[in-house]
C-alpha cells in the first residue's frame, strides 16, 4: 500500500486525498488558496501522545479509499448547499503506521469571509470523522492497542 489515491476537481478546484505519505500544511493551503479568497482555514489532526488516561505510542490508519474520497466529496457538496461562498474545499488524510507528532489528516476551506470558512471546516472535520471509513488503531505504551470504531467521534454535528 505505497500508493496515493487522489482526486481533484476541475470544476470546482477541490482536492481530496488518501495517501500514505506525509502530509504537508504548505501545500495543501497553496491548493486551498484562490484570488476571491478572504480566508483560508486549516485544520490539521495530529497524533497525540494520550487519549484518555493512556500514554499512545502510535496510531494506524486504514482507509476504504474509494468510498473515503466520495464521501470527502459529499462533504464538500454539502458545504457548498450551506455556504456558497465557499470557493475551495481540501480533505487529506493519511494511512498507515503515525508516530506521536505526525499529521494524519488536514482540512482546508477557501471561502472570501472568515466567519463561512471557520464554520465549513468544522463541518469537514466533523462530517469526515463520523462518516468517512477510516479507522485507527491506537498503539499504547503498554503494548497492547485497539481500534477505533468508525463514527466513535463526538455527537455535535
Known sequence: MNESLSETSTQVKDSFAITIAPLAI????????????????????????????KWVSALEYQAYQPMALNIFKSIAQEIR????????????HR????????????????????SEAFAACQYAIDNLKHNAPIWKKEHWQDGSSSWVSIGSCEENL
Open 95 to 114: 494511512v498507515g503506521r503515525l508516530k506521536i507528532g505526525q499529521i494524519s489528516v488536514v482540512v482546508a476551506v477557501g471561502c472570501p469571509h472568515r
Open 26 to 53: 504548505s501545500e495543501i493551503y497553496d491548493l486551498a488558496n484562490d484570488p476571491a479568497n478572504g480566508a483560508i482555514i486549516l485544520m490539521s489532526g495530529t497524533v497525540r501522545n494520550k487519549t484518555d488516561g
Open 81 to 92: 448547499q450551506q455556504w456558497q461562498d465557499v470557493n475551495r474545499v481540501v480533505i487529506h
